[in-house]
T-cell receptor, first 114, second 114 residues
Framework: DQQVKQNSPSLSVQEGRISILNCDYT??????FLWYKKYPAEGPTFLIS?????DKNEDGRFTVFLNKSAKHLSLHIVPSQPGDSAVYFC?????????????FGTGTRLKVLA | DSGVTQTPKHLITATGQRVTLRCSPRSGDLSVYWYQQSLDQGLQFLIQYYNGEERAKGNILERFSAQQFPDLHSELNLSSLELGDSALYFC?????????????FGPGTRLTVL
C-alpha cells in the first residue's frame, strides 16, 4: 500500500519556466511533509518542508503548497535552472502509538532543458 | 557533502551471506535512520535510533538488525541474504529524535547479492 504517491515518474521543463512536482497521500494522519532532491550517486538532500497546519511555505525559488482536503502536495520551482535537474522525493511523517513513521514517494525525475 | 559517511560504498556478496553496513552521523546529530531503496522504488524506512536507543521501526525484516554505539555511529546487519536484498542502503542523521525535522543523508551503500 503506497501511502505517498508521485504519479509522474518524469517531467521536462524549459529553463526559466515553472516546474510543478506533485505528490498525493492517502493517510490523513500525516502531519509533516518534506521534499528532498537527489542527484545520481549522492544521497537525498533536504529542500523544503511544511507542517499540516500551514498551506504554503516558501524558500527562495522553492514553494510547497499543501491541500489537506485533497490530500495533495506540490512543489513549485521558479524559475527552473539546469542545476535543478534531479530526482525529487516527497516524504510524509506521522506519529502513531508513540512511534514515528516516515514514508517516501517513488520520486519524479525533473529535467530542465537549457 | 552532508557530513554523513557510509562505508563501504559498494558491496557484492552471495545469497545466504551476512554483511554489515556502517554509518557515521553528522557531528552533533544523535538520531540515525536507515533506509532501503530498491530499483525504481522510493526509500523504505527501516529503523531509527536516537542516542543509542531504538526510536522507530519501519518495514525492517527479521533478518536485518541495527544498533547505535556510544560514539553514535550505527551499523546495519543483513543476514541470510537473498537476491531481493540487492538495493541502495542509505543512512541519515538529524539532531532531534522527533520526525518533524530534516534528515541529512549519506551517499549510500550499494549492495549486490549474487
Amino acid at each position: 500500500d503506497q501511502q505517498v504517491k508521485q504519479n509522474s515518474p518524469s517531467l521536462s521543463v524549459q529553463e526559466g519556466r515553472i516546474s510543478i512536482l506533485n505528490c498525493d497521500y492517502t493517510n490523513s494522519m500525516f502531519d509533516y511533509f518534506l521534499w528532498y532532491k537527489k542527484y545520481p550517486a549522492e544521497g537525498p538532500t533536504f529542500l523544503i518542508s511544511i507542517s499540516s497546519i500551514k498551506d504554503k511555505n516558501e524558500d527562495g525559488r522553492f514553494t510547497v503548497f499543501l491541500n489537506k482536503s485533497a490530500k495533495h502536495l506540490s512543489l513549485h520551482i521558479v524559475p527552473s535552472q539546469p542545476g535543478d535537474s534531479a530526482v525529487y522525493f516527497c516524504a510524509a511523517t506521522t506519529i502513531t502509538s508513540g512511534t514515528y513513521k516516515y514514508i517516501f514517494g517513488t520520486g519524479t525525475r525533473l529535467k530542465v532543458l537549457a | 557533502d552532508s557530513g554523513v559517511t557510509q562505508t563501504p560504498k559498494h558491496l557484492i556478496t552471495a545469497t545466504g551471506q551476512r554483511v554489515t553496513l556502517r554509518c557515521s552521523p553528522r557531528s552533533g546529530d544523535l538520531s540515525v535512520y536507515w533506509y532501503q531503496q530498491s530499483l525504481d522504488q522510493g526509500l523504505q524506512f527501516l529503523i531509527q535510533y536516537y542516542n543509542g536507543e531504538e526510536r522507530a521501526k519501519g518495514n525492517i525484516l527479521e533478518r536485518f538488525s541495527a544498533q547505535q554505539f556510544p560514539d553514535l555511529h550505527s551499523e546495519l546487519n543483513l543476514s541470510s541474504l537473498e537476491l531481493g536484498d540487492s538495493a541502495l542502503y542509505f543512512c541519515a542523521s538529524s539532531t532531534r529524535w522527533t520526525g518533524y525535522n530534516e534528515q541529512f543523508f549519506g551517499p549510500g551503500t550499494r549492495l549486490t547479492v549474487l
